[in-house]
């Protein structure tokens, strides 16, 4: 099983990007699928995630309204489309599917990793 992230980069405050990733090796859209990110000294957070059974979207208060996270199922891919980006959403950005069962905004709660995009935003 991979997950492969990409779609990082710098770009200025009030700009937008996109970030993907691919799952291989198994299909993940009907457990969850969703997006971390940790700053320097900082948690692991959760930002953006899809449970599939209750087929919800969370986001945290720090990105709601200026995220989208979507899956599309036929590429096993999710994406999480970031608009309005502030300098305090500098991160490396990592993407999670094989959601367990636990709290979703726990990293313990999902099984596999991406191996995480760094994302600049300067001021």
């Known amino acids: 099983v991979q997950l492969q992230a990409s779609g990082g980069g710098l770009v200025q405050a009030g700009g937008s990007l996109r970030l993907s990733c691919a799952a291989s090796g198994r299909t993940f859209d009907r457990y969850g699928m969703g997006w971390f990110r940790q700053a320097p000294g900082k948690e692991r957070e959760s930002i953006a995630v899809i449970i599939w059974n209750d087929r919800n979207k969370y986001y945290a208060d720090s990105v709601k309204g200026r995220f989208i996270i979507s899956i599309y199922s036929a590429e096993n891919t999710q994406y999480l489309q970031m608009n309005s980006l502030k300098p305090e959403d500098t991160a490396v950005y990592y993407c999670?599917?094989?959601?367990?069962?636990?709290?979703?905004?726990?990293?313990?709660?999902?099984?596999?990793w991406g191996q995480g995009t760094l994302v600049t935003v300067s001021s």
């Open positions: 999670a599917a094989g959601f367990n069962g636990s709290p979703y905004y726990s990293p313990g709660s999902w099984d596999y």
